[in-house]
């Protein structure tokens, strides 16, 4: 594996460190030391992706391309069979997704927090996030804030809530949310 073609952008005493890492890795690699390799190889993600993330919190503007890429990596964090298996990692990467304006971060927060995947369980957080998927017209974010009030376990019960939120989830044709209606 090419560890240090990953490294791309940065400012360059940041870029220095990642890529000792990152070549480091390389060295790792090639001489069958993997475990360390892929330790090095995560040194040089995480120095420069704290530094993407405080940049692009810095950002008046939304950053779309930068916050996919969050997301992107985010995901691959949270394959339990993949090598990049780091959920607390992901949860930050999820976040800069999210204030970056990505929805479906938004969506996979609150249920990462909900479902306590990878994170402590945290109902309030996981509403806020669901709450915030829902406002840019998530139907994923509808339909399990409709389930949560409508059960009542998580939060209180709110059988109006619940309907409204499934009606909307409904209609942007999301098939759970319909049977959940009887439509």
């Known amino acids: 594996a090419d560890y240090t073609a990953v490294i791309d952008r940065t ?19 090639s001489t069958g030391r993997t475990s360390e390799a892929q330790s090095d190889y995560d040194a040089a993600l995480a120095l420069l992706t704290d530094k993407e ?19 992107d990596w985010a995901k691959a964090c949270m394959d339990k069979n993949g090598e990049n298996y ?5 949860v930050k990467l999820f976040t800069a997704a999210a204030n970056g304006g990505i929805t479906v971060a938004k969506y996979k927060l609150g249920k990462m927090f909900l479902n306590g995947d990878g994170v402590e369980k945290d109902i309030p957080k996981a509403v806020e996030w669901l709450k915030q998927a829902a406002v840019e017209e998530n139907e994923f974010a509808e339909y399990a804030l409709g389930r949560l009030y409508l059960q009542g376990k998580e939060v209180e019960k709110d059988t109006i809530a619940a309907e ?10 999301n098939k759970y949310a319909a049977y959940l209606l009887g439509k």
């Open 11 to 29: 400012d360059e005493q940041t870029y220095v460190q990642a890529q000792a890492y990152a070549g480091r890795a390389d060295v790792n690699d």
């Open 86 to 90: 780091n959920p607390e990692f992901a």
């Open 164 to 173: 409204e939120y499934l009606l909307q989830a409904a209609k942007r044709g």
């Open 53 to 71: 993330i405080e940049k692009s919190e810095k950002k008046p503007r939304k950053d779309y391309k930068t916050a996919w890429q969050f997301y």
